[in-house]
């Protein structure tokens, strides 16, 4: 015999228009009601529970309340603190220093640390998304390199960018652009903006085979005066870790 959880609507029908025990038909409908009344809280709960914004670059993460959330922090503990990120490399130091060759030199500042998404490896995408609010610092910028990137081509309405020489993972280097990008969000919401490297990213991308999930570190450094990066993919050990 079906339990009072298992009826449906038109079950409870059926027995209101028989002739029955009139307890049996109250029973039912009680039973059905308190069964969407739990179907109902288990759903909003769970929505709560799973609710998910995107980012301008489509990068999926937790909603978290502003006044909660904090910014350029590890989201792991090893023994309740919080680890240092990775240094820089000593091969990417001293391509460094050969590339400077005597020139004024600033040392490398670390920019951001994350994980690579889809989104940064797409060849339809064809850029390295550096979210403004996982960033350490925009210090890294001159006031001016930050109103050139904010600002337009007056012929092709186009933002302009940064002609920049960044070192690959490999150690080689290669010639990109740097941009911002502010996408507005969606119901009048607040503009999420992104610094982005683009250009020959794809060619990145491939020669280095960068895949999803890799932990990358972003630095910046400065020959003289000439901004420049550097892209370090850290071993497996530092997967996870994210200055968010």
Known sequence: MATFRDLTFDDVKDMLNM?????????????????????????????????????????????????????????????????????????????????????????????????????????GHNRLSIPMSQILSDDFLTDEEKRLVRSCDVATKKKKYIDVTIIEPSLKSETVKFSRWDMPKGNGGKTSSSYVINGRWNAIVEKNKLRVKMEVQLWCFRVDGDLRFALVRLPGIHQGFRLN
């Open 19 to 123: 002739k029955g025990n009139a307890f049996d038909v109250l029973a039912a409908v009680a039973g059905r009601g308190k069964e969407i009344f739990d179907d109902h809280i288990a759903e909003t709960e769970t929505k709560r529970l799973k609710r998910i914004h995107h980012d301008d670059d489509g990068e999926a993460s937790t909603s978290i309340s502003p006044k909660k959330r904090k910014c350029n922090s590890p989201n792991i503990k090893i023994n309740g603190q919080h680890p240092p990120p990775p240094p820089l490399p000593e091969e990417f130091q001293n391509v460094i220093q050969e590339m400077a060759q005597g020139k004024n030199l600033t040392p490398p500042t670390l920019v951001i640390q994350k994980s690579l998404f889809g989104t940064d490896l797409s060849p």
